[in-house]
């Protein structure tokens, strides 16, 4: 039972309608937030963005956590469709064009200098926060659903505060939480696109 063990040392109990429920009974809600080029906007555009992420930081009265997640890009797609296009040239020229073309991007992959970044929000809530729940309590429906609003709610009030200074937030879904937890924790596995089946038991 390997999902077992490795749960042991997780702080993660479940994750339940695309929200972590940690073992100490918060809830988190993750959020995958678009990326601008800062280096080619304007001094005046920089220092207009700038302003706007110190006034979100300012504005904020709970924590929150920002991962950058980087991988190597994964195009073994690409390259197999490369082998194809060179087998099929019937000009030798063209053949060993598309070879070393073929070879240097491979070259350039395994160097490990294109790299994928990701960016995430986590935002949490702790029930204890709610009248009348103590930490550690166990949420029964009703509970879970006053925290998920609770929780909803600043969620959205960290999208709305990203989006002034540029960028656009969307939340993780169930699946899409998965995903990017066995690509943190299996990161070599994750750049060539293998993802195991999940046990039911851990997602409700």
Not at 7 to 21: A, R, S
Not at 58 to 64: A, T, V
Not at 95 to 116: N, P
């Amino acid at each position: 039972m390997p999902y077992k063990s490795t749960q042991l040392f997780l702080e993660i109990d479940k994750i339940k309608e695309g929200i972590l429920v940690l073992k100490d009974k918060s809830l988190h809600g993750i959020l995958m937030v678009s990326s601008i080029n800062f280096a080619l906007k304007s001094e005046e555009e920089q220092n207009a963005i700038i302003f706007q992420f110190q006034n979100f930081l300012n504005s904020l009265d709970f924590p929150i956590q920002i991962v950058v997640q980087s991988r190597r890009l994964n195009i073994t797609g690409y390259l197999d469709k490369l082998r194809e296009i060179e087998k099929s040239q019937s000009n030798d020229l063209l053949r060993r064009q598309t070879a070393d073309y073929r070879q240097f991007i491979q070259k350039l992959v395994e160097s490990g200098q294109i790299l994928t970044k990701n960016f995430f929000v986590v935002v949490p809530f702790f029930p204890m926060e709610i009248p009348g729940v103590k930490k550690g309590e166990s949420l029964e429906k009703e509970k879970f659903e006053r925290a998920k609003f609770q929780l909803w709610q600043r969620m959205e009030f960290v999208a709305l505060g990203l989006k002034r200074c540029g960028l656009e937030c969307v939340p993780l879904s169930t699946p899409e939480v998965i995903e990017l937890l066995w690509s943190l924790y299996h990161p070599e596995e994750a750049e060539v696109g293998y993802f195991p089946e999940i046990p039911p038991e851990f997602i409700i």
